[in-house]
């Protein structure tokens, strides 16, 4: 079945620390993201990969890290998490978006994080 | 900056009343529109991709139009089961920016 997972799916931490939630996708995509979800918000964009070794910031990319060293992997890192981090996280991957066109996005089901 | 902005933020309706959702977006240069839907606690749900002003695309009671400045979600004779959060996002060839949603109610 092709699908996104994350994990955890829940999990509750304390300020300061670290700690990675995975990602990974079954479908051989060249793009893979992830997003914050935040009521009132929407969907907002942390960062992004291309392809293999290749990430870039999107739009609210401060406190995090990334890294793409195999193609169906892309763990978000917190090196040292904060309470306006506690959110739902989406990680999504699509077909390149490169050449111009757009692919469309599969989601995760979800990290939901709280930093006390 | 790209934006998307979607409206209503919420919509009741009777089962069988059609309606239609609002996407207007401002973007350097247009890629892709998109539309997902969303039940709650889960990912958003890809529904349909429009590339060009004028295309239509249709999945069961569900139809998306764009032009240059908007998109619209028609949604005829809903049932409850169509209840969620439908999102659209505009994409170019490297970022994708959301709306925050318009919320469904279709009430039997």
């Known amino acids: 079945e092709a699908q996104v997972t994350q994990n955890p799916r829940y999990l509750i931490t304390v300020t300061g620390k670290k700690l990675t939630v995975t990602c990974s996708q079954n479908m051989n995509h060249e793009y893979m993201s992830w997003y914050r979800q935040d009521p009132g918000l929407g969907l907002r964009q942390i960062y992004y990969s291309m392809n293999v070794e290749v990430t870039d910031k999107g739009d609210v990319p401060e406190g995090y890290k990334v890294s793409r060293k195999e193609k169906r992997n892309f763990p978000l890192i917190l090196e040292s998490p904060s309470p306006n981090q506690t959110s739902l996280y989406f990680c999504?991957?699509?077909?390149?978006?490169?050449?111009?066109?757009?692919?469309?996005?599969?989601f995760g089901p979800g990290t939901r994080l709280t930093v006390t | 900056e790209d934006q998307v902005t979607q409206s209503p933020e919420a919509l009741r309706l009777q089962e069988g009343e059609s309606s239609s959702l609002n996407c207007s977006y401002t973007v350097s240069g247009l890629r892709g529109l998109f539309w997902y839907r969303q039940d709650p606690g889960k990912g958003p749900e890809f529904l349909f991709t429009l590339y060009s002003a004028g295309e239509e695309k249709e999945k069961e009671r569900l139809k998306a139009t764009l032009t240059k400045k908007e998109s619209f979600l028609h949604i005829t004779a809903p049932k409850p089961e169509d209840s969620a959060t439908y999102l659209c996002?505009?994409?170019?060839?490297?970022?994708?920016?959301f709306g925050t949603g318009t919320k469904l109610q279709v009430i039997p």
């Open positions: 999504a991957s699509s077909l390149s978006l490169g050449q111009g066109f757009p692919y469309e996005q599969y």
């Open positions: 996002a505009v994409g170019d060839y490297q970022k994708v920016t």
